[in-house]
């Protein structure tokens, strides 16, 4: 009997209830009691099925909402190959391979030879399984009312590059990072910068988003631009984990102050960070604590108090041009301000340099090192999260690292 347990000080477990069972085992067999049931729409009881034959237990709602759409979606993709591609399933048989990773397929006959292209899982699906679930559960937050602090400080949130989905490999690179290692990360490194900040009154926390929060932007496993990547999981699986990271951040984060939302475009999954963002600010769109800049600008402006805080991704615009952007496209703000900051991210290292009225600073990265990376040398940087506070008058007093 495999049973989760509730860990003292570390990331949720919903993450990996493939690490309960053979994979391959519970598809097989959720794909046998879909062919046997009468009502296959019911997929709820033939999960909960599934389950009881590896003898699983205990898990949580989203454990099992994970182990739903999962086999639901391979049952329902594996019903259409048999009914409608069946010369492939057949030869996927005989030849010991899944006919779900078949992308094309000769079909030849005495009268035709076709080229066939079995039917994948569309954006149109992905979106609308996401609304059905927000529908399913449409938070209701109620309204937290703070209290007026006598020392606030903005505190920066910013978990850098964390490229789920990204695959490395203990073997070949020394260190093994993917999908649930990423989570935990994650979940881990914001409990550690709330924890080191609390002797300070926070009244606001700006959280950035985005920056490669996907690794991949392509059903072909390819960045926006088609760089292809080592991969861990689908793309549409690594989408709604990511979804359900930032929902749980998010949650923590208004647990010490209001929240204001900000989203940075980025090169490995431009349109898939943004649809992500969109989501995500919808999700919490009863929020009256919660605050949202979800645009697609490159470059994105803030300020507290005499604060002007900047970020962007850090692959576009030159980081010596990025202070005249910031007196060009914040210029009101830039006015009223004296301490002026832009994080940057996209070189997964620290660099900081003082430039005239304006400080920009590079961000580390929890993301582990991939084989692209460890053949060019780039590995052994600081693993951390890393987060920064801000004084309405004195600017930025502190930082914040919590290192893996």
Not at 181 to 209: D, H, P, T
Not at 322 to 335: D, F, K, N, T, Y
Request: hydrophobic share 35%; glycine share 4%; charged share 25%.
């Amino acid at each position: 009997m495999a049973q989760l347990k509730p860990q003292k000080n570390d990331a949720p477990n919903h993450y990996s209830v493939w690490s309960l069972v053979n994979k391959t085992i519970a598809l097989n067999i959720s794909l046998s009691l879909y062919k046997k049931s009468r009502n296959k729409k019911n997929f709820t009881k033939i999960a909960k099925q599934v389950l009881e034959r590896l003898d699983v237990r205990d898990l949580s709602n989203d454990e099992f909402s994970q182990f739903f759409n999962e086999t639901k979606t391979y049952c329902e993709k594996m019903n259409h190959l048999e009914v409608n591609h069946k010369p492939l399933v057949d030869e996927a048989k005989r030849e010991g391979f899944d006919p779900i990773d078949a992308n094309i397929y000769w079909w030849k006959s005495k009268h035709i030879s076709a080229q066939m292209k079995p039917k994948k899982i569309s954006y149109e699906e992905v979106g609308n399984r996401i609304i059905e679930d927000m529908k399913n559960y449409s938070p209701k937050y109620p309204k937290l009312k703070r209290e007026n602090l006598d020392d606030p400080h903005l505190l920066v949130v910013d978990p850098a590059d964390v490229h789920i989905g990204k695959l490395a490999d203990s073997f070949e690179t020394g260190e093994a990072y993917d999908s649930q290692i990423a989570v935990k990360r994650v979940l881990e490194g914001v409990q550690g910068i709330i924890n080191k900040s609390r002797g300070y009154e926070i009244n606001k926390v700006l959280f950035i988003a985005g920056n490669d929060i996907l690794h991949i932007d392509t059903p072909k496993r390819t960045t926006t631009s088609g760089t292809p990547q080592d991969t861990h999981g689908m793309w549409f699986t690594n989408f709604l984990i990511a979804r359900q990271l930032y929902v749980d951040v998010l949650e923590m984060l208004l647990t010490v102050a209001d929240v204001h939302f900000v989203y940075n475009p980025s090169n490995h999954d431009y349109t898939h960070g943004f649809f992500l963002a969109q989501t995500i600010q919808t999700w919490f769109r009863k929020n009256k604590n919660i605050t949202f800049d979800c645009s697609i600008s490159h470059r994105k402006y803030f300020k507290y108090g005499v604060n002007l805080i900047a970020s962007t991704h850090g692959d576009g615009a030159k980081e010596k041009d990025l202070p005249l952007l910031m007196a060009q496209e914040s210029a009101e703000s830039w006015a009223t301000t004296k301490h002026r900051y832009i994080y940057t991210h996209h070189i997964h290292h620290k660099v900081l340099k003082d430039y005239i009225g304006v400080t920009v600073e590079s961000l580390r990265t929890p993301s582990g090192t991939d084989g692209w990376h460890h053949r060019n040398g780039y590995q052994h940087n600081p693993k951390a999260v890393e987060g920064f506070l801000h004084h309405p008058k004195f600017g930025q007093v502190a930082k914040f690292v919590h290192l893996f």
